[in-house]
């Protein structure tokens, strides 16, 4: 049983990942490894003068396992409610339960489609359809949650990152029952 399941590693999901993880809360992230940002050059992402998509990609797989997510590279193939809880199926079969998913699937709303999630036409260049969520990122069913492209955002990287710790803010917020803040403080020596 997990607190958060995340659907997806691109930049959307692995920032939802590391601050659920950072927060405490068990989550877990299943990924198909078919992230579009595998195939960028980025030279407009803050605090990355110039990277690679794929190297993007790795590092925040990294970041988010170092505070505890756990990776799984599989497809999410179902998702359905199960009482207070969601399921997810991966395509081996193994089903994960959890309070909340997030959908960081990128370009792709075949998950939210197969599993009753409400879609709507998309916004962005070549983005024919999105998931129809509010601006906290909560769809049309109970505990699932959309980030990134998949929820509507522009596809740049830096703004798919912000908003999939954004929609984790807001579940993390949610599963505490209060507004979530996580700031650390520099280390200074001496």
């Not at 049983?1 to 995340?6: N, S, T």
Request: a negative charge.
């Amino acid at each position: 049983m997990y607190d958060v399941a995340i659907i997806g590693s691109g930049p959307a999901g692995a920032s939802a990942a590391i601050f659920t993880a950072k927060a405490g809360k068990k989550t877990i992230v299943l990924d198909a490894d078919q992230s579009i940002t595998k195939r960028a050059w980025i030279e407009n992402h803050y605090g990355a003068p110039e990277i690679s998509g794929p190297d993007l990609v790795e590092t925040g797989r990294k970041q988010a396992a170092k505070h505890g997510a756990e990776l799984v590279a599989s497809k999410a193939v179902a998702l359905e409610t199960a009482g207070e809880n969601l399921r997810v199926q991966a395509e081996d079969g193994t089903v994960y339960e959890a309070k909340h998913v997030i959908l960081a699937t990128g370009m792709s709303v075949e998950l939210a489609e197969a599993s009753g999630v409400a879609v709507k036409p998309g916004t962005e260049p070549r983005i024919k359809s999105i998931v129809d969520c509010d601006a906290e990122g909560k769809t049309s069913v109970a505990g699932v949650w959309a980030a990134g492209t998949v929820a509507g955002v522009s596809m740049h990287t830096i703004i798919t990152a912000g908003d999939g710790a954004k929609v984790a803010i807001n579940v993390i917020s949610e599963l505490n029952g209060t507004r979530y803040v996580d700031h650390d403080v520099l280390k200074v020596n001496g």
